[in-house]
């Protein structure tokens, strides 16, 4: 099997053994190729060879002074070396592919039962091959090495070109594994791919596997038995049909009888330069040279969701489109190769018989058009680069006698090889193309230099820009000039519009227009100067001119201006006019004819008598058509950009010269057009043309507009109401958003407050604007703000935006965008009737008689006063429950009668809002089988029964959806608006509560605030003292209270809550519940509530449920009580817990008072909450059980759901607590999916926090991944920066669990938004550090802070360290027994263990509340206070052991002690598997996410 010697070359070959030389057997004997590309596949073993060393000896041979002789000797080694490889092959019976470069492909091609025994003997003679040829030692010191690939499977292959050339391309799969072995391979290794090594005979090689099951490295072949090799490779030559058995000839394809049609075919496969050489005789060794040449590599690199067939079709018209394009410059399309989703297309200027004196510019050329024509046509086309190379190259024949290719060798193939790599996605050459081609220097851009692997010195590399130009000219002539700060808004697909227009200028040499149509103050000015900016940057001419109304009256005026621009003298001195404009007409123009440019430049050439004799005619035509000579001219030398802004106002004699331009000279023009306006006939001909484009200009999206209102103030985020303001007078338009905030800033109606100021409780409502903004998170952070200090902006207390006047010129487009309205119905009838832009809906105002006004007020309060409630799938009822009851005398007056008695009158008005609004009707309720009373749910078991019985009846998705916040919106802020415009300050207090009690049951605390802000401002300054309190608007007590209340709910939201107790207490005062200040007080109304109140003041239900106006003050109390008591219970001192206490004494006797199910079960659950943080076991769990049994499933209605939501979170928080997870997990699973339904995020986001609890003591890390999904949705929604910090919470425990949880969340999270880095989490608890509404959740900020010490002390940052452990050393006072006071106890007891271990002793004696005795005080803390978490409590139990073991041996090496995090809820107290895995339901929670 060896090749003992050289194959000596015949004296004369007949010309099919000449071409199947140069071809594979594939070709030879396939079959002819059809029109199309046709897929054909077979089973086969590939073969690959790569020669390591050679880019590196080719670079050192580019160092010498002797270019032709050292590549000479260059192309000597390598093909000697690679002839012997071939040689090698074939005897194997290896069908040998292409040799490119420095790398060669082989192929045997067998049956799908042959493969394992082809595998054994391409294995085999892969071994000889490194055994023989692994080392090449070349003099110059740089030795030639081999890397060797195999792969195994199904391979592919097509013909691409046409019937003048074509090429065959392997594809496929294992193609590409063998291109993945040879890049795992080092040198003189044999690598199989993953799919070779499955279908060889495995026990006859010895392998190492490589990586994670991606390749094999094969030692050796084992010979086991009486396995004889040379009887296999006779076993194997029957699978070889065209294998030659005679030593002569090592190939069968050199002996077949000649056949005039296999020839045909198979000439197509080789370069033209090459059949002639062959058709003319020339042996083969003068056929081979040392020649300068120009290479040009093509990569496409292709999407890899692409289709192997559609990619086929591509390269088949890539391949086309390049020979087309190259040949046409004196070049050929050498080889095309393809490896995994990339195709490169290799081609050759300067062969033979093709020689060009300018065959650098014909390449650079052709290369750009290339790179468009790929671009712009392949749809599958990812990226596109092109490199191009000239220098000596070797051009020939390498490989054996019997199987050689026409290839190039040399360092400026490797060279453009390295350089389609280095600069993706451009035309680049090098510095020799460059200075070749001789085209100007400003068609070319200086790269960047990189590191190219073997390559020392590389040089100077440039991209080519095709057609450009260095010249640049200043802005001119356009009205807005260019923001360098703040990039162009919202434009993007506007802009692209104009490089596809100007890219088919170019390419096709015809002219293109683009033409922009929008609205005034739409941005088209702003548009056309950053078209100015991106093309001078480009070095191309510009010529902008904006025109004016009184410009469409003036003959010729915009050309002759235009041409006044294009000569540079529009800016010149006076004096110096005539002489520049001179040095234009010089030889382009008669000196005598150059006083027809006297009137029209203002020049004073002297007259001559051939242009006396001129008519006016004759003298525009020859104007005219010197103007067309020089724009010729000018276009051959760089291309021209035309911009005019108003277009509208050209004279009609300009709209028909740039017609006959447009026709005639590839230019470019881009005009703005402001509609409405009638055009002339010559314009509207013009915009008819085939070469224009009319693109509408729409207005800015509302995110985009706000962003821009952020920059126009200077701040990083701005209030929701001045959101509203500016949206709704805006409408889209951003000069009117710029003119609104000038507007504001002018009349002096923001504040401004640092971002970064530490935020403090506040003592007064009227201050807590700043706080407000802050506490919702919602930042509108402009890119590139580039300001150190950043700021909010709020809207000063004294300041109504709804009252604010429009300026005047937004008052004067309102008018005139009125008058136009009728004619062109540019709005719907819809938005023409609610006035949904408030601009015209103002400047309307203005302009209508009085009567009208009142009249359209009347319609419009008495139609949404009656739709001023909770929707129908909520059963109706006033947001403030009974409201309208408690003030029915107020709502009555003789003022608010006015509009409220107005009678409907069936106008277009009702029908339109009702089509808004989309209220569902009564029938759409959810329907629920009503159950009678005696069905009451008795046990947890029946209830829990009944809840998924009736959840797997009753599709949740089938009932109606909430259109509360719609309500809002739409009906409550629009009868604020109406009510004050007449003046009812009464019935507006009425509403802006009704607002406010929306806002909160929507979650949206802020809005809340505004309505409540505005409320406040209306009732007027209150005085600091309650008995002197006098307000301006005469309201009921009952309201009072109310206000007093939901202000109080705002500022506990705010983490205001000092004020929030204060408030709370003001407004039970106000409903005649007064709550106690003194302990004696306290103690004695305990007395009352437990024995007295409970018994003797509870009325009779039948009489509370008609005396609804008393319900209305009842269900306020509960509130109230319900707030007070969760205010205390913020609190760790004994006051404070008698306090919270009382509290929860009095709802529970209000509530039972109310005889409102719904609110005894909230009730029974707060009662419950309360006594699980406070410890107290048996009245935590008697609490919920009475809930349980108050619930009753007749009234399953929204309110029952929400209730039945409620307290379903409740028991998977109990079952959270006692260790029952599986429980714990089943509910949260149910509770979530009633809040999604109910859209309550705040009850969402609670439920989630316990469920991601559940989950994760339950080490099911990948439903933690899922539930923080969930989590985060719902806080980037609310904007919540609890949530957040419960969110970063968690992804600390996920960082901290260990490497387990880090490797079951990280793959999952493909979003970017789970787990978050510890960083992130880091800077979240940097910045919201000083944050009130964290700083009263003591412990959700206890666990965060102990989470962040034990991420120091596992890293042994020490200072950093000490920071947040401080921290939590100050918050572990303060917590109670509740789930996340718990956990971050828990938290805060591992960080004292880990710290005990790995802190060393010098830095522990500077922490004075680190010792083991503080640390044992700590753990009887925990067991005394957290009695009602026994979750817990085995595993605190073993660090307290942990750390009795270390106090009593502290000599010993504290490493040898098991790390709390290895250990860490490996051994939670479960009390047993309540349940077995739910996995349908937590698929059914994944498919929710989804």
Known sequence: ??????????????????????????????????????????????????????????????????????????????????????????????????????????????????????????????????????????????????????????????????????????????????????????????????????????????VEIMGEEEAVKLRDIRIIGPFDFDEHFDKCLDYLPHYHTRTESLRTALELDPDSAREQTLRKHIMKTLLNKIDEGQPVEYISEFRTVTLVLVNLEFHKTAWLLHLCHLIQEAALYISTVIEKGGGQLSQVFMFEKSCMFLCVFGLPGDKKQDECAHALESSFSIFSFCWENLTETKLVSISITNGPVFCGLVGAVARHEYTVIGPKVSLVARMVTAYPGLVSCDEVTYLRSMLPAYNFKKLPEKMMKNISNPGKMYEYLGYKTCRMFGKRHLAIKRNKIHPLLDRDKELEVFYLAQQECLHQRKGRVVLYEGRKGYGKSQLLSEINYLVQKKGQRVLPLMLKEADANQCFYAIHTLMAIFFEIDTCPAYCRQECLQKHLSGMMEEPLHCLFNDIFFVKFPLSSKVLLMDELARQKKVKAYFIQVLQEAVRETPLVFLFDEAQFMDAASWEFLETLLSSLPITMVMTLTPPTSLCAEALHFLRSPRAVLVPVSKLAATSLLRMACWELGVVSIPKELQIYLLHRCAGNPLYCKVLCQDLLSKDMLLFHDLKEEEEENSKWESLSANAIKSTMCSISPADFEEQELYVCTVKDDVNLDTVLLPPFLKDAGSASLLRLQEEMLLSQTNMLEFGMPLLREAAWELWPKEQQIALHLECACFLQGMACRCSSCHGGDFVRFHRFAVSSTKSSSRTSRFCTYKDTGSVLTQVATDKLQLPSPQDSLQIPKTSRSREARSEEEFLDQVTRQMAQNSLEKGPSCYCRQILTSVLSPLVQHCLVLGEATCTFYYLLEAAAAALDLSDNYLAFFYLKKASSLLGQPSAFLFLKKHTVKICQFEEATF???????????????????????????????????????????????????????????????????????????????????????????????????????????????????????????????????????????????????SNLCWFSREGLLSTAHLMQALAYTKLCLGQLDFSIKLGFQAHELCRHLKKPA???????????STFLRKKFDLCIHVLESQWMLISQGHDVLGLACFYSACLDLLLYGRDAQLACFPLSSTGLLCRPFCECLDFAQHYEHSCILASQSGVMLGLHSSLAMWFAQNSQWNLFEHHFSKACQLVRRTNASLFGSHGFVRFLECNVLMLQKMPRGVRERIPSLSYRQALQYFKDFFSRCVTCPVYHRWVSELKATVMICGKKEAMALTNIIRPLDTCLATISIEGEFLEENNSLENQFRTTII
Request: with cysteine; glycine share 6%; charged share 20%.
């Open 1044 to 1190: 007093c209340r939901l202000r109080s709910e705002v500022c506990f939201n705010m983490g205001q809550i000092t004020l929030a107790k204060r408030l709370a207490r003001q407004a039970l005062h106000l409903l005649k519940r007064s709550f106690p200040w003194t302990w004696f007080g306290v103690f004695f109304q305990i007395f009352l509530e437990k024995y007295w109140y409970s018994s003797s003041l509870r009325p009779p239900p039948n009489s509370l449920r008609e005396n609804k106006k008393q319900l209305a003050i009842v269900q306020q109390r509960v509130r109230c009580l319900s707030l007070l008591w969760q205010l205390y219970n913020l609190e760790a001192t004994a006051s404070s817990r008698r306090l919270a206490y009382l509290a929860t004494l009095m709802q529970k006797n209000s509530a039972e008072e109310s005889a409102n199910e719904t609110q005894v079960v909230a009730t029974y659950l707060d009662v419950s909450q309360f006594s699980q943080n406070m410890g107290d076991r048996e009245k935590w769990l008697h609490c919920e059980q009475m809930a349980i049994q108050k």
């Open 1243 to 1253: 009850l969402d986001n609670l439920v989630l926090s316990v469920l991601f609890r």
């Open 1 to 206: 099997m060896e090749t003992d010697g050289r194959e000596a070359t015949p004296p004369l070959w007949p010309v099919g053994a000449r071409l199947a030389a140069l071809l594979p057997d594939l070709l030879v004997f396939g079959k002819p190729a059809e029109s199309a590309p046709e897929l054909s596949a077979s089973q086969g073993v590939l073969l690959g060879v790569h020669v390591t060393g050679f880019t590196a000896l080719m670079d050192r041979f580019s160092l010498t002074c002797k270019p032709e002789h050292d590549m000479d000797k260059l192309a000597h080694i390598f093909s000697y070396y690679i002839s012997d490889i071939v040689e090698h092959v074939l005897c194997f019976g290896g069908d040998i592919l292409n040799i490119t470069g420095n790398m060669l492909l082989a192929l045997w091609t067998v049956k799908q039962n042959q493969l394992s025994d082809i595998i054994t003997l391409v294995a085999k003679c892969s071994l000889e091959i490194q055994e023989k040829f692994g080392i090449y030692y070349t003099t110059e010191g740089q030795d030639l090495q081999l890397k060797i690939g195999l792969s195994a499977g199904r391979i592919s292959q097509v013909i691409i070109g046409n019937e003048q050339r074509q090429y065959l391309l392997v594809i496929g799969q294992d193609v590409d594994g063998i291109r993945l072995a040879q890049r795992l391979a080092q040198a003189n290794e044999i690598v199989l791919s993953w799919n070779c090594w499955k279908l060889c005979e495995q026990y006859m090689f010895e």
